[in-house]
Protein backbone atom coordinates (compact mmCIF):
# COMPACT_ATOMS: atom_id res chain seq x y z
CA UNK A 1 0.00 0.00 0.00
CA UNK A 2 0.98 3.86 -0.66
CA UNK A 3 1.51 6.16 2.29
CA UNK A 4 -0.54 9.33 1.90
CA UNK A 5 1.56 12.00 2.17
CA UNK A 6 0.93 14.76 4.60
CA UNK A 7 -0.77 16.78 1.90
CA UNK A 8 -2.73 13.92 1.00
CA UNK A 9 -4.31 13.19 4.69
CA UNK A 10 -5.27 16.80 5.00
CA UNK A 11 -6.99 16.89 1.58
CA UNK A 12 -8.65 13.99 2.44
CA UNK A 13 -9.58 15.30 6.12
CA UNK A 14 -10.72 18.65 4.35
CA UNK A 15 -13.28 16.84 2.05
CA UNK A 16 -14.65 14.82 5.05
CA UNK A 17 -15.51 18.20 6.77
CA UNK A 18 -16.69 19.87 3.33
CA UNK A 19 -18.86 17.06 2.67
CA UNK A 20 -20.35 17.08 6.29
CA UNK A 21 -20.86 20.59 5.89
CA UNK A 22 -22.78 20.26 2.61
CA UNK A 23 -24.97 17.28 4.19
CA UNK A 24 -26.28 19.74 7.03
CA UNK A 25 -26.40 22.86 5.16
CA UNK A 26 -28.78 20.77 2.72
CA UNK A 27 -30.37 19.08 5.25
CA UNK A 28 -30.99 22.81 7.14
CA UNK A 29 -32.47 24.31 3.91
CA UNK A 30 -34.42 20.65 3.24
CA UNK A 31 -36.48 21.44 6.47
CA UNK A 32 -36.82 25.23 5.78
CA UNK A 33 -38.30 24.42 2.57
CA UNK A 34 -40.53 21.73 3.35
CA UNK A 35 -41.64 23.86 6.95
CA UNK A 36 -42.54 26.91 4.45
CA UNK A 37 -44.77 24.30 2.47
CA UNK A 38 -46.49 23.43 5.63
CA UNK A 39 -47.18 27.06 7.14
CA UNK A 40 -50.94 28.32 6.80
CA UNK A 41 -51.53 30.93 4.10
CA UNK A 42 -51.37 34.62 5.80
CA UNK A 43 -55.10 36.00 6.06
CA UNK A 44 -56.59 38.04 3.32
CA UNK A 45 -57.84 41.11 4.54
CA UNK A 46 -61.10 41.37 4.88
CA UNK A 47 -62.71 43.02 1.30
CA UNK A 48 -66.42 42.17 2.15
CA UNK A 49 -68.65 43.57 5.38
CA UNK A 50 -69.82 40.93 7.84
CA UNK A 51 -73.05 40.27 7.40
CA UNK A 52 -75.60 39.21 10.12
CA UNK A 53 -77.21 35.96 10.28
CA UNK A 54 -80.30 37.14 9.07
CA UNK A 55 -78.77 39.21 5.85
CA UNK A 56 -76.87 35.86 5.16
CA UNK A 57 -80.18 33.62 5.27
CA UNK A 58 -82.18 35.95 3.50
CA UNK A 59 -79.57 35.85 0.56
CA UNK A 60 -79.51 32.45 0.63
CA UNK A 61 -83.46 31.85 0.90
CA UNK A 62 -83.89 34.72 -1.66
CA UNK A 63 -81.51 32.33 -4.18
CA UNK A 64 -83.47 29.21 -3.31
CA UNK A 65 -86.82 31.66 -4.13
CA UNK A 66 -85.38 32.81 -7.10
CA UNK A 67 -84.52 29.35 -8.46
CA UNK A 68 -87.79 27.54 -7.57
CA UNK A 69 -89.50 30.85 -9.59
CA UNK A 70 -87.80 30.04 -12.14
CA UNK A 71 -88.83 26.67 -12.57
CA UNK A 72 -91.93 27.57 -11.40
CA UNK A 73 -91.79 24.35 -8.51
CA UNK A 74 -94.66 25.84 -6.19
CA UNK A 75 -94.77 22.31 -4.45
CA UNK A 76 -90.99 22.62 -3.86
CA UNK A 77 -91.67 26.39 -2.61
CA UNK A 78 -94.28 25.37 -0.47
CA UNK A 79 -92.50 22.55 1.48
CA UNK A 80 -88.99 24.55 2.16
CA UNK A 81 -91.46 27.13 3.71
CA UNK A 82 -93.59 24.66 5.45
CA UNK A 83 -90.33 23.37 6.90
CA UNK A 84 -88.50 26.71 8.04
CA UNK A 85 -91.55 27.48 9.55
CA UNK A 86 -91.34 24.22 11.65
CA UNK A 87 -87.81 24.87 12.50
CA UNK A 88 -88.71 28.82 13.67
CA UNK A 89 -91.43 26.78 16.15
CA UNK A 90 -89.27 23.87 17.10
CA UNK A 91 -86.17 26.34 17.62
CA UNK A 92 -86.67 29.31 18.59
CA UNK A 93 -83.55 30.41 19.63
CA UNK A 94 -82.58 30.04 16.01
CA UNK A 95 -84.90 32.77 14.97
CA UNK A 96 -82.86 34.89 12.89
CA UNK A 97 -81.44 31.98 10.94
CA UNK A 98 -85.19 30.63 10.26
CA UNK A 99 -86.98 34.16 10.08
CA UNK A 100 -83.90 35.29 7.29
CA UNK A 101 -84.78 32.15 5.49
CA UNK A 102 -88.48 32.61 5.28
CA UNK A 103 -88.77 36.03 4.18
CA UNK A 104 -85.90 35.73 1.25
CA UNK A 105 -87.71 32.79 0.01
CA UNK A 106 -90.84 34.65 -0.08
CA UNK A 107 -89.36 37.38 -1.63
CA UNK A 108 -87.23 35.05 -4.26
CA UNK A 109 -90.07 33.65 -5.08
CA UNK A 110 -92.78 36.67 -5.36
CA UNK A 111 -89.96 38.85 -6.91
CA UNK A 112 -89.88 36.44 -9.85
CA UNK A 113 -93.17 35.35 -10.57
CA UNK A 114 -94.66 37.05 -13.89
CA UNK A 115 -98.26 37.79 -11.62
CA UNK A 116 -97.22 38.38 -7.87
CA UNK A 117 -99.58 35.84 -5.66
CA UNK A 118 -99.31 36.94 -2.08
CA UNK A 119 -101.69 34.21 -0.77
CA UNK A 120 -98.90 32.02 0.65
CA UNK A 121 -97.06 35.15 2.46
CA UNK A 122 -100.06 36.38 3.58
CA UNK A 123 -101.23 33.54 5.44
CA UNK A 124 -97.33 32.89 6.69
CA UNK A 125 -97.60 36.41 8.11
CA UNK A 126 -100.74 35.96 9.72
CA UNK A 127 -99.76 32.59 11.76
CA UNK A 128 -96.18 34.55 12.45
CA UNK A 129 -98.06 37.74 14.17
CA UNK A 130 -100.15 35.34 15.92
CA UNK A 131 -97.61 33.12 16.47
CA UNK A 132 -95.90 36.37 18.09
CA UNK A 133 -99.28 37.10 19.92
CA UNK A 134 -99.32 34.07 21.93
CA UNK A 135 -96.15 34.60 23.18
Same mark, same amino acid.
Given at each position: ????????????????????????????????????????????????????????????????????A??????? +?????????????? +?????????G?????? +?????????????????L???????????
Amino acid at each position: MESKTREEKLCSKWNAVTKIAAMLLIGVFGTLAVSAQTLPPPNPPQTAPVLTTFEREYNYGYQEGEGFASRKDRAN +YEWFLAKYYEGLNM +YPEDADFYQGRIQGLT +YGWLENQPERDFSTYNKLLKSLQRNSAEK
